[in-house]
């Protein structure tokens, strides 16, 4: 078992694994991880069979649409399930002429419809107003993954929702249940109060009202080792609550499934439930879902440049393996001819209705 003696005596930390210098920091640790560990009752197979039996291997994209861009690692908060071990103690943030190649990427490539924006936290990258601005005049369709929390953060963030507005950004923010308990044990003490704030100040001026065409949409991270919920039921109970209690408006709710790796792996471990987390991955596998998931048309690039095939890959070092694997050489013709790159986190896409970073997908 590995120790983290935070985690399991409840306590908030607001330093990353890789501040702790924890074992897990490691991406080799976590691949060692994924890739052998098993016991007596329990061997998964490797991801590759499963995608053979159902005549998906090698896997390959359907056409890159979606541009991905991890902004750097820094957060302001430190989120037990983070997939990405951000926090205000990481330093890694992409600079402006990582930024001017994107944009030159995005120029280049009209096939690339959509900018996905994330982090940590997005917006504490001291250019990302910026960057936003540059893509859109670009005319492309930009997201924006917020934490809520940073809108109140700090007063040179309070204006962010009116920005959001001006720039016509779909904004996409992490709720991780619609009680203020749940979602203070996944995200720390007071997060559920300063977000329903934030998106109060979101609705005040247009955000989730559907004749405004401002898109405020919500996540679901399941707060234990399980399935999130069908994604449709799930989001009829976020609206009905947060209409009633605090006269709150979305537009969709996206469940997507926990990641077995970083800081999600080790709460796996610590509590005993890492192999019984992958078997249900495993026995919920949908082949459908398999042949939906989101590295099929979308591109992640990570705060220095390089390519990756999805966020998780990127968070495990797992960088194309093309010649082309970083932004400032970007060939879409060439990224549209590999072979995705696979490993056993993949698991997590593929079970049950699948999971993206647009939700459910089968």
């Not at 926090?87 to 994107?102: A, L, N, S, V």
């Not at 749940?182 to 003490?189: H, L």
């Not at 970083?262 to 610590?270: A, F, K, Q």
Request: aromatic share 8%; charged share 20%; net charge negative.
């Amino acid at each position: 078992m590995i120790e983290n003696t935070n985690f399991i005596s409840g306590k908030e930390s607001k330093i990353s694994l890789h501040g702790q210098h924890h074992k897990l920091a490691d991406v080799h640790e976590q691949l060692e991880i994924l890739e052998h560990s098993q016991t007596n009752d329990f061997v998964l197979p490797p991801f590759q069979e499963k995608l053979q039996q159902s005549g998906l291997y090698p896997l390959k994209p359907t056409g890159i649409e979606i541009f991905q861009v991890n902004v750097g690692k820094m957060c302001n908060q430190t989120c037990k399930h983070c997939h990405v071990d951000a926090g205000p103690d990481r330093t890694e943030i992409m600079t402006k002429e990582t930024m001017q190649q994107c944009i030159d990427a995005l120029r280049n490539n009209p096939s690339l419809k959509t900018v996905d924006l994330t982090g940590g936290a997005p917006e504490m990258n001291p250019e990302f107003r910026w960057f936003v601005e540059e893509i859109k005049k670009l005319n492309k369709h930009v997201i924006v993954r917020c934490n809520l929390t940073i809108i109140l953060a700090n007063k040179k963030y309070n204006d962010l929702p009116e920005f959001y507005k001006q720039n016509n950004i779909e904004v996409v923010c992490s709720l991780p249940f619609y009680t203020k308990d749940r979602t203070d044990r996944q995200r720390g003490n007071g997060v559920f109060e300063n977000s329903i704030k934030a998106l109060q100040m979101l609705n005040d001026i247009g955000y989730g009202k559907e004749e405004t065409g401002l898109i405020l949409n919500l996540v679901y991270n399941p707060a234990g080792a399980f399935l999130p919920p069908l994604q449709q039921s799930l989001e009829k109970g976020y609206k009905t609550a947060l209409m009633k209690e605090f006269g709150i408006v979305f537009n969709h709710l996206f469940t997507i499934t926990n990641m077995p790796i970083n800081r999600y792996m080790d709460y796996l471990l610590i509590s005993n439930n890492y192999e019984k987390y992958m078997e249900k991955l495993l026995l919920a596998y949908n082949p459908v879902a398999a042949a939906n998931v989101m590295c099929r048309n979308l591109i992640s690039v990570g705060w220095d440049g390089y390519l990756y095939d999805c966020d998780f890959n990127q968070m495990l070092e797992m960088k194309i393996e093309i010649p082309s694997n970083h932004v400032s050489n970007f060939n879409v013709a060439e990224l549209n001819k590999r072979n995705i790159m696979i490993g056993q986190h993949c698991y997590g896409c593929t079970a049950g209705a699948g999971s993206s970073c647009g939700g459910a997908i089968a």
